[in-house]
């Protein structure tokens, strides 16, 4: 597979620096063969002109033809040249059969260039004089030798060029391109493992891939994390049930056994499989809330905090053994579910409410430094300070023996801190053991 993604790979990067060097090459080839080809016409065009001005001299002596010969030899014997006047050829150089005039054609957008099927291709000219005209064609044949002669230097270079050229490409482009075929490997060796504590090795350049390699590998970590919480949350479940049922079971057997003969027994199973059975709907309760507010979005509106608190204190007033104080700053307006807020007032509450025989409860909300903060203080049984990272995780209890007393399941503070997070806040805590304990959430203001 990684042969084929290498190759893959390799050949487009390949072959787009093939295509763009032969373009290259084309595009340089016209221009440089463009260029010599008009100085070389060019040269030849004024050496024509200057030729014409000796020749126009000729036609003034006695003897044209040996003039015009004197004028050619040597160095411009290639030439040919024809003398008229008064319709009939005065003088002439240059072999008349090898230029016959049915081999040749005009080149086309180039009128003074004919072109001869035997002989190739010339330049011609014509010039006039008193009761006639010269005629001369040049041969272009050193020219065009020459300009094949660039011609092939810069085909062959070219070919050796795209040659080497694609030879170091590829070598580079392997070089370059395997940091992130190891990375492709890690990846499908990641895909069949069930170990999620792999990790991809991260390259030190380029830069683009180091950054994909570390992404790739956080987003493995939140992944562990997360299966790591699933895995102890379903654990620490299924203790959590199979406690109050080994109770059931117990009690039940208790009542098989003894209950129909002692109704004191009958009646302490009955108030213990109730209890049991409140403490499994409780725990069934919190955990559909979780699942909820892991699935579900929350609906944001605009909702009056000091309203939903004063709520639910006056709710817990009625049923609760100690004094609640509520110190409210009115209309303090946050964005949020308004459902998912009040239960976080509900679950502190409730909280201080079950580890607080005497003393009082303190409820403080108010505006201050731009945030909402929303403090519940008690004068409970307080937190050890070990213990205080620990308490928002999931089914976590300081005192399990208490909490099974009181009815706690260690679900509460982990549903608040997620809510609270859900809405862009914090939740703190601040606690000294046998003193008591103060929870604050702070969550953004809006404008009322």
Do not use: C
Not at 308 to 331: K, T
Not at 400 to 412: F, Q
Request: proline share 3%; hydrophobic share 40%; net charge negative.
């Amino acid at each position: 597979m990684r042969k084929q993604r290498s190759r893959s790979l390799l050949k487009q990067f390949t072959s787009w620096y093939v295509w763009q060097f032969i373009i290259a090459l084309i595009i340089i080839g016209i221009v440089v063969l463009g260029a010599i080809g008009f100085f070389l016409l060019e040269a030849t065009r004024d050496e024509v002109e200057a030729m014409e001005e000796k020749l126009l001299k000729v036609t003034e002596e006695s003897d044209v033809q040996q003039s015009l010969e004197e004028v050619l030899y040597p160095d411009n014997t290639e030439y040919y040249v024809e003398i008229f006047q008064r319709g009939e050829i005065l003088a002439q150089v240059g072999d008349e059969e090898e230029l016959d005039p049915k081999d040749e054609m005009n080149v086309p957008w180039f009128d003074q260039y004919i072109w001869n099927k035997e002989e190739g291709l010339f330049y011609k000219s014509d010039v006039t004089f008193s009761n006639g005209f010269i005629h001369v064609k040049v041969p272009l044949e050193e020219e065009l030798e020459f300009l094949q002669l660039i011609f092939t230097i810069l085909l062959v270079t070219g070919l050796v060029s795209i040659l080497l050229g694609s030879i170091l490409i590829y070598q580079f482009t392997k070089k370059r391109l395997r940091p992130l075929l190891n990375i492709t490997d890690e990846v499908s060796g990641i895909e069949g493992s069930s170990d999620l504590q792999k990790r991809i090795p991260e390259p030190s350049n380029p830069k683009e891939l180091k950054e994909l390699a570390s992404t790739f590998n956080q987003l493995l970590q939140q992944l562990e994390e997360q299966f790591e919480r699933e895995k102890s949350f379903v654990s620490n479940a299924s203790h959590e049930l199979r406690t109050p049922l080994t109770s059931f079971r117990g009690h039940l057997n208790l009542i098989k056994r003894w209950g129909k003969n002692d109704p004191a027994v009958l009646e302490t199973s009955i108030q213990a499989l109730d209890d049991e059975s409140n403490r499994m709907k409780h725990i069934l309760e919190q955990m559909l809330t979780i699942a909820r507010n892991e699935h579900l979005e929350k609906t944001l509106e605009k909702v009056d905090l000091t309203e939903v608190v004063d709520r639910v204190v006056g709710q817990f007033e009625a049923r609760s053994d100690v004094p609640i104080f509520a110190n409210l700053e009115q209309h303090v307006v946050v964005s949020g579910d308004r459902e998912q807020l009040r239960q976080v007032a509900v679950i502190l509450l409730e909280n201080a409410q079950r580890y607080t025989m005497e003393g009082k409860i303190t409820v403080h909300l108010k505006e201050a430094e731009g945030r909402v903060m929303l403090s519940m203080s008690d004068t409970g049984i307080g937190i050890p300070r070990e213990e205080l990272p620990k308490i928002f995780s999931r089914f976590y209890r300081v005192d399990k023996n208490r909490s099974r007393e009181t009815g706690g399941t260690g679900l509460g503070l982990s549903i608040a801190k997620e809510i609270v997070e859900n809405h862009h806040g914090k939740i703190e805590v601040e606690s000294e053991e046998g003193v008591g304990s103060t929870f604050t959430v702070l969550l953004p203001v809006i404008s009322r």
